[in-house]
């Protein structure tokens, strides 16, 4: 009987991975197709169509959505609940892109990286070509990163768990300094935009001291300011007030139908791109914290760098699009990872995920695989066809969308102004958010009149959180000691290479100066 029990143990610490268990256990391919049953294809079509609208109209987001319908996936049971808030969760970075394309609204935080060539194209008339990209692009990512999560979960999910706060306080600030320059033009006005993103996201209340700051005796700005307030003033509101100011320089293209849908050439030149962020968004996607937006960011960064159209890229160019699509979603399939395998949720919309599954008596983690097959596979499996649905939904509707893009300014104007206030007040229900994104739409104004983007100010807002709590948690684990901010390999590693990162652009420049005097 001690032999016996003993061998049990053993073979409950040595729990498989997803591709070792697949290889054990044949019956796990069947539970695949679980998916494929009537009801949980009903469940997985509803959640995608649910999770593109709410993408569409920014606000709400995947995490409010997937709150609002919880109580009736619970009824769902396991299979179907889950499936149907997964749904929400992916289908969100599908429709996220539409209004940042067609009328420079991010419909979610991840797809402000996305107007800065997507609106560009839509005014040149490529809009149609712009959403064909995304959703290929979104497909491709979805596609490879439900691969990656069901072969390789636990032990990457291991891996990402490496990190503690001194790491993400390094990783955060090599974000900063890398990415501050990714729109182009002067280096010093991207690095003063980054800054003042960082300012504004310490408005509040203190994440571990609990004090308030900066409020100036605002009670509506002691939760901090509005993400959804902020991103819709500085770009929706400001394109309403420079369409009221400024002159129509160039008329809106007219659409053709032939021209709906990407050229070959179009298509060819976004392969690298997608592939690129796919990869990267995945990698980031296993990091706690606002990953498919910081994964966007990335993307585009890295297009700067490599791209052999980096200098078109802020002017209108297709791989501005297809990368950061690609790593925003393929970030959101990265954060299931650690959902499943350790029962540890990154951003708020797998946090409500792990409610369900706490709520369906299904728990997470090492054991999930062994204990409920049928939903891990189901899940697994309905990844799979929620990507085909959303493919399908999303390239018929091109057309349909891209007749957006034609309306007169005019007329469309109006609308984008409405959708803003929308969103800005149901973020909190507070009338201060409308204020704050009126406020931020006459900032973001003067910052088009001053030649400044408005983009590297919300990676600063993004990364702000991220690098203060991180910053004070090293620093409370190390008893105040500076020391311990590099006193780990990793976070020596990516502190060292910020600094360099941050010297190097100002040393080349002074090199090329001195030796163009020395000539």
């Known amino acids: 009987m001690v032999a016996a029990g003993g061998a049990g143990a053993r073979r409950d610490?040595?729990?498989?991975?997803?591709?070792?268990?697949?290889?054990?256990?044949?019956?796990?391919?069947?539970?695949?197709?679980?998916?494929?049953?009537?009801?949980?294809?009903?469940?997985?079509?509803?959640?995608?169509?649910?999770?593109?609208?709410?993408?569409?109209?920014?606000?709400?987001?995947?995490?409010?959505?997937?709150?609002?319908?919880?109580?009736?996936?619970?009824?769902?049971?396991?299979?179907?609940?889950?499936?149907?808030?997964?749904?929400?969760?992916?289908?969100?970075?599908?429709?996220?892109?539409?209004?940042?394309?067609?009328?420079?609204?991010?419909?979610?935080?991840?797809?402000?990286?996305?107007?800065?060539?997507?609106?560009?194209?839509?005014?040149?008339?490529?809009?149609?070509?712009?959403?064909?990209?995304?959703?290929?692009?979104?497909f491709?990512?979805?596609?490879?990163?439900?691969?990656?999560?069901?072969?390789?979960?636990?032990?990457?999910?291991?891996?990402?768990?490496?990190?503690?706060?001194?790491?993400?306080?390094?990783?955060?600030?090599?974000?900063?300094?890398?990415?501050?320059?990714?729109?182009?033009?002067?280096?010093?006005?991207?690095?003063?935009?980054?800054?003042?993103?960082?300012?504004?996201?310490?408005?509040?209340?203190?994440?571990?001291?609990?004090?308030?700051?900066?409020?100036?005796?605002?009670?509506?700005?002691?939760?901090?300011?509005?993400?959804?307030?902020?991103?819709?003033?500085?770009?929706?509101?400001?394109?309403?007030?420079?369409?009221?100011?400024?002159?129509?320089?160039?008329?809106?293209?007219?659409?053709r139908f032939r021209e709906l849908y990407p050229s070959r050439e179009e298509l060819r030149r976004s392969v690298p791109p997608m592939l690129r962020g796919t990869v990267l968004g995945f990698l980031v996607g296993l990091v706690p914290g606002p990953a498919a937006t910081i994964a966007s960011f990335v993307s585009y960064g890295v297009e700067k760098k490599v791209s052999k159209y980096r200098h078109e890229l802020g002017t209108g160019a297709i791989e501005g699009v297809a990368g950061p699509e690609a790593a925003n979603n393929a970030a959101a399939g990265g954060g299931m990872i650690p959902l499943l395998s350790l029962g540890l949720p990154f951003t708020p919309s797998t946090a409500v995920l792990l409610s369900g599954m706490l709520l369906m008596s299904v728990t997470p983690g090492p054991f999930l695989l062994r204990d409920h097959p049928n939903v891990f596979w189901g899940v697994i499996g309905s990844f799979y066809v929620g990507n085909v649905m959303l493919l399908l939904l999303n390239l018929p509707l091109v057309g349909v969308f891209a007749r957006v893009a034609t309306i007169p300014p005019r007329y469309l104007m109006p609308g984008v102004l409405v959708l803003c206030a929308v969103a800005a007040y149901s973020d909190n229900n507070n009338l201060f958010d409308v204020w704050v994104m009126v406020g931020a739409g006459i900032v973001g104004w003067a910052m088009r009149a001053l030649d400044f983007n408005p983009a590297p100010l919300v990676l600063g807002l993004v990364l702000g959180p991220v690098l203060e709590r991180s910053l004070l948690q090293a620093l409370t684990i190390a008893r105040g000691e500076v020391s311990g901010l590099w006193a780990s390999g990793p976070a020596a590693v990516m502190l060292g290479a910020a600094v360099v990162a941050f010297v190097a652009p100002a040393v080349s420049a002074l090199t090329r100066r001195i030796a163009t005097r020395a000539v």
């Open 13 to 138: 610490r040595r729990q498989p991975s997803a591709l070792r268990a697949l290889a054990r256990r044949p019956a796990a391919v069947s539970d695949l197709f679980v998916a494929l049953t009537p009801a949980n294809l009903l469940a997985c079509f509803v959640g995608t169509v649910l999770g593109t609208i709410v993408g569409v109209l920014p606000g709400l987001g995947p995490a409010g959505a997937m709150a609002l319908v919880l109580p009736l996936t619970i009824k769902l049971g396991p299979t179907a609940g889950l499936i149907m808030l997964a749904g929400i969760y992916y289908g969100a970075m599908y429709g996220g892109s539409t209004t940042s394309i067609l009328v420079n609204v991010p419909g979610e935080a991840a797809s402000v990286v996305t107007t800065i060539d997507g609106y560009r194209l839509a005014r040149k008339g490529r809009a149609g070509a712009a959403l064909a990209v995304a959703a290929i692009a979104s």
């Open 140 to 255: 491709v990512a979805g596609t490879f990163s439900v691969v990656a999560l069901q072969l390789a979960a636990p032990l990457v999910a291991r891996a990402a768990l490496a990190f503690g706060p001194a790491e993400y306080f390094a990783f955060a600030l090599l974000g900063v300094v890398l990415l501050a320059n990714l729109t182009g033009g002067s280096r010093a006005k991207s690095l003063a935009m980054v800054l003042l993103g960082v300012m504004l996201s310490t408005v509040g209340m203190d994440p571990l001291g609990g004090s308030v700051r900066f409020t100036f005796d605002l009670t509506g700005a002691q939760a901090g300011l509005s993400f959804v307030a902020v991103t819709t003033g500085l770009f929706g509101v400001a394109e309403v007030f420079a369409s009221m100011t400024e002159p129509a320089t160039t008329p809106v293209a007219r659409v």
